[in-house]
């Protein structure tokens, strides 16, 4: 379990790099960069299973085409858009304040999972957690005072796309982790690299209508767009967050519960803030300190609870 605790640590570690992509990039949409980004993961996992591919493919069964095609579609492509226009729509804080509710739902969602801890096991990390959520957004919310201007009626669909970006991932996490426990014929770099391929083919055929619709309403590109450095940074958050960090995450909802995924993934939202500071220059303010040791106290005690259901269990 503890090397699963770990894998799950340091896939945080490389999907939190995805939050600051946007500021890398402000002159690309949030469809160019998921297009960007997922096209690079396909081309990345083709190489990389090149010499095995044919015999994978022909070892897979139905069922593991289907699961990388929803996964795929709710993990990646359609939980990043509802993101985007979550945000767009609604504004930052409302929509982290949905999406950072991830660690809740899928520990509730996936309490009755085999090896699962029972709710009243989990109460009080679950507690502590969900103060540091609440300090996160109360602090962006009193910084960032929303979109100016948007009506109450874009901002109720932006607070939809919200709640369906954290509906998406909370099933993807769930589904994944049932998946890889079930079917051991597949291994899990095996299936990031699956998953990548299938993701690959959806965003090329995403690029491929949004190029078209481009052309068809003769709109140009701007000038001043850095196309090279657009492919760069999709090329590095491919390998980085979508092979290595699916890779591990693949490890540890294999060896960990699902309860304690749901807790693991907090460790993206911790590195996400770090990068952030770096990236801005400055020092946490006093509530995202506060909200950083409360997180981190949860995901400890939390693991703490696991570690000793572990080990009554071997006894």
């Given at each position: 379990?503890w090397?699963?605790?770990v894998?799950?640590?340091?896939?945080?570690a490389f999907w939190?790099a995805?939050?600051?992509?946007?500021?890398?990039?402000?002159?690309?949409?949030p469809i160019?960069?998921m297009?960007?980004?997922?096209?690079?993961y396909?081309?990345?996992?083709?190489?990389?299973?090149?010499?095995r591919?044919?015999?994978?493919?022909?070892r897979?069964?139905r069922d593991d085409?289907?699961?990388?095609?929803r996964?795929?579609l709710a993990?990646?492509i359609?939980?990043?858009?509802?993101?985007?226009h979550?945000?767009?729509?609604?504004?930052?804080?409302p929509?982290s304040?949905i999406?950072g509710?991830?660690?809740l739902?899928?520990?509730?969602?996936?309490?009755k999972d085999?090896?699962a801890?029972?709710?009243?096991?989990?109460?009080?990390?679950?507690?502590v957690?969900a103060?540091g959520?609440?300090?996160i957004?109360?602090d962006?919310?009193s910084?960032e005072?929303?979109?100016d201007?948007a009506s109450?009626?874009?901002?109720?669909?932006?607070?939809l796309?919200a709640?369906?970006a954290?509906?998406?991932w909370t099933?993807?996490a769930?589904?994944?982790?049932?998946?890889?426990?079930?079917?051991?014929?597949?291994?899990?770099?095996?299936w990031?690299?699956?998953?990548?391929?299938?993701?690959?083919v959806i965003?090329?055929v995403v690029g491929?209508?949004?190029?078209a619709l481009?052309q068809?309403?003769?709109?140009e590109d701007?000038p001043?767009?850095?196309?090279p450095?657009?492919?760069?940074?999709?090329?590095?958050?491919?390998l980085?967050?979508?092979?290595?960090?699916?890779y591990?995450?693949?490890?540890?909802?294999?060896?960990?519960?699902?309860?304690l995924?749901?807790?693991l993934?907090?460790?993206?939202?911790?590195f996400a803030l770090?990068?952030?500071?770096v990236y801005?220059?400055?020092m946490p303010?006093p509530?995202?300190?506060?909200?950083?040791v409360?997180?981190t106290?949860?995901?400890?005690?939390s693991?703490?609870?696991?570690?000793?259901?572990?080990?009554?269990g071997r006894t």
């Open positions: 379990m090397r699963g605790i894998c799950g640590l340091l896939a945080g939190g995805v939050f600051i992509v946007p500021v890398l990039l402000p002159d690309f949409s160019e960069l297009v960007g980004r997922y096209l690079c396909g081309a990345l996992a083709a190489g990389l299973m090149l010499p591919l044919l015999p994978l493919l022909r897979l069964r085409w289907l699961a990388m095609l996964q795929a993990g990646n359609v939980y990043y858009l509802l993101l985007a979550g945000v767009k729509l609604a504004g930052v804080a929509t304040l999406i509710l991830l660690p739902s899928v520990t509730l969602f996936g309490h085999h090896g801890l029972p709710l009243r096991r989990l109460a009080w990390p679950l507690l957690v103060l959520i609440a300090c957004n109360f962006i919310f910084h005072g929303g979109v201007g109450l009626a874009h901002k109720l669909l932006g607070v796309c709640i369906g954290l509906a998406c099933w993807y769930l589904d994944n982790a049932r998946f890889l426990k079930r079917h051991a014929h597949v291994s899990a770099v095996e990031a690299m699956l998953y990548g391929l299938v993701s690959g965003a090329l491929a209508v949004m190029l481009q068809a309403s003769g709109a701007a001043a767009r850095d196309w450095w657009y492919w760069l940074v999709c090329l590095l958050l491919a980085g967050a979508s092979v290595i960090g699916n591990l995450w693949n490890l540890a909802s294999r060896l960990v519960p699902v309860t995924s749901g807790q993934i907090l460790s993206e939202t911790l770090l990068y952030g500071f801005a220059r400055r303010r509530l995202e300190w506060a909200a950083m409360l997180l106290a949860g995901v400890l005690w693991v703490q609870r696991h570690a000793q259901v572990e080990r009554e």
